[in-house]
């Protein structure tokens, strides 16, 4: 039987605290025992004792760390982590599921046999033809899902489009995204995959809407009212979830008199009160409007996947480390609690918005859009996380860089230089320059500074190519590493994509020699317990 892919992580506290806890203790009981009894080969003795030990510690660690928390790994960026990295990325940081905003193949061969759950996306541009006929989106299946699950992807979602009715889109997807939908569906039930691979339209918040500023009073935006209610419908009658993506971040950024506070976990001084309800921070009120809307339009239990949330840390002036950790920690704090809303009282499954900084991302809604990663363009970590359990983040193995280098501004040349802002201009035209602007981790620099930066952005951009450090003679190669004298303003080496390590499977001999070796008792242990666990949670 598949699992259900509804289930939820305050599930996972209560199965350690019923079952799982008291096992552990009955099983450590026993192995107490069975140590007593054992024969007085010492060296095998304590070897099959710390052993049953070892794998009672990793299942207390395993079952109270953050259990179903997701993410989404976009793919935007000019040197690209190896997928390889990535992968080991997430699963050394507990993410066990991961949203994607398109099938590209060398993403999906890395998820295969990874325990990782997937939700694939389309995208927007996709819908106009999958809507056509279901023809294309039979082929579209059989090449992005059908291959992949047979492989190993476990595949749990399609995304059908990415926020398809922002207004922003003026209507451009309206009438495509519900047949394209229908037509996925379709393709997925005919290719055996209806129960196990489910679809969704990921939406942004705008969807609904309160004319009073209250969650009671939400609905349906009035243009598209009937569109979503058939939406919701549909998934409903599949056994589907709603995802919505939802970013306190844009309302502080929309509005320069939103209140701060509101938009964290923290509490605020001025709550939104609706009714006997009073709401502390914006995602609980967002949140819940949805829930009423759905309620309203005769929706009460419909499932609900929050599909992005985050906050950058560079870009705009609120776009910063500090805030960063403070609402993804919060955020994070709440689902290790199992803490839900007024409204609903169960969290939803949750994909962090996002896993790495893509370089090469639209600014369109602004510089901030290149900034959204916990962890940096390398896989370095940005700031501390606790997961509980004393797990913070950790960051990516096996990355290697392009040689310790920097193109500066040579020391010769002039600050007014007449070629000097023609030279910047062409060096951000060509690299991401965002961190420079207003608001931004190195903006106001010196002039000096400022032209060095730039440079070296489109040197490291360019790999370090011979030539990409010739700014009309204004530049030089260093192999001192300059300085911003500010700790979120760094001097960055591109990460070298031909060399990355690549994971290594263990030798066939290895595996072999488990079933010869004294220890297979111990083998057997952590299969037993293993199976046990897997029994519970699904």
Known sequence: MAPNPFFNFCAIPCLYTKFLQPLITTILALTLTI????????????????????????????I?????????????????????????????????KVKLFEAEPWVLDALRNSGIQVMLGIPNDFLAPLASGVSVAENWVTKNVSAYVSR??????????????????????????????????????????????????PLNADVYESASGVPSEGNFRSDIHDLMISIVKFLSNNG???????????????????????????????????????????????????????????????????????????????????????FNQGLLSRIIQGQGTPKRKTPPDVYVFGLIDEDAKSIDPGNFER?????????????????????????????????????????????????????????????DCTSLGYGSSCNGLDARTNASYAFNKYFQAMNQQKGACNFNNLSVITKILPTTGRANCKFEIMIDVGKHEKARSPPKYAAAAGWLSPNFGCSMVAVLLLSLIIGWVA
């Open 152 to 201: 190993g992807v476990d595949i749990r979602y399609v995304a059908v489009g990415n926020e398809p009715f922002l207004k922003t889109y003026k209507n451009m997807f309206t009438n495509t995204t519900l047949p394209a939908l229908d037509n996925i569906q379709a393709a997925l039930i005919k290719a055996g995959l209806g129960r196990q691979v489910k679809v969704t339209v």
């Open 240 to 326: 589907a979830p709603l995802t919505i993506n939802i970013y306190p971040f844009l309302s502080l950024y929309a509005d320069p008199h939103f209140p701060v506070d509101f938009a964290f976990f923290a509490g605020t001084n001025a709550p939104v009160v609706d009714g006997s309800v009073s709401y502390t921070n914006v995602f609980d009120a967002n949140y819940d409007t949805l829930v009423w809307a759905l309620e309203k339009n005769g929706f009460s239990s419909m499932p609900i996947i929050v599909g992005e949330i985050g906050w950058p840390t560079d870009g705009d002036i609120n776009a910063n480390i500090q805030y960063a950790r403070k």
């Open 64 to 96: 109270s760390s953050v259990q179903g928390l997701g993410v989404n790994w976009g793919t935007r960026a000019i040197h690209p982590l190896s997928p390889d990295i990535v992968v080991k990325l997430l699963k050394d940081n507990g993410f066990n």
């Open 371 to 431: 900034h959204w990663g916990i962890f940096n363009y390398d896989g370095t970590v940005k700031y501390r996380l606790d997961f509980g359990s004393n797990r913070t983040l950790v960051p990516a193995k096996g990355v290697r860089y392009l040689e310790r280098q920097w193109c500066v501004l040579a020391p010769g040349a002039s600050e007014t230089d007449p070629k000097l802002v023609d030279s910047i201009n062409y060096a951000c035209t060509f690299a």
């Open 35 to 62: 140590h007593i009894s054992l024969p007085t080969n010492m060296e095998s003795r304590n070897s099959s004792f710390l052993c049953v030990l070892f794998f009672i510690f990793v299942l207390n660690i395993k």
